[in-house]
Nanobody, 116 residues
Framework: QVTVVESGGGLAQPGGSLTLSCEASGLPFNDSEMTWYRQAPGKERVFVATIRRTFGTVYADSVKGRFTISRDNARNTANLQMTNLKIEDTAVYYC??????????WGQGTQVTVSY
């Protein structure tokens, strides 16, 4: 059974920083793609960033230059470092671990609120 657990959400002021963590188990983590999505109130879930097993990364245009995704294969963890946060970054952030189309799982989500 694949399990994904996010942590690190919270409240930050505009211009501030937060780091989210995602720990996955039950799949070959080193060979899995780790992806962050977010869902703002009343909106659809959208792609934020992904890191492949090769450590290659892709970012949504809205977060390029502000967010950094990384992975620690020794700890089965993927992190999302968020800097220069904006009010529009407020959302529930979800992590998805995917080894294949049949072996993947989502986390339960972690709330990020950016406000004065």
């Amino acid at each position: 059974q694949v399990t994904v657990v996010e942590s690190g959400g919270g409240l930050a002021q505009p211009g501030g920083s937060l780091t989210l963590s995602c720990e996955a188990s039950g799949l070959p983590f080193n060979d899995s793609e780790m992806t962050w999505y977010r869902q703002a109130p009343g909106k659809e879930r959208v792609f934020v960033a992904t890191i492949r097993r090769t450590f290659g990364t892709v970012y949504a245009d809205s977060v390029k230059g502000r967010f950094t995704i990384s992975r620690d294969n020794a700890r089965n963890t993927a992190n999302l470092q968020m800097t220069n946060l904006k009010i529009e970054d407020t959302a529930v952030y979800y992590c998805k671990a995917m080894y294949s189309s049949k072996i993947s799982a989502w986390g339960q989500g972690t709330q990020v609120t950016v406000s004065y």
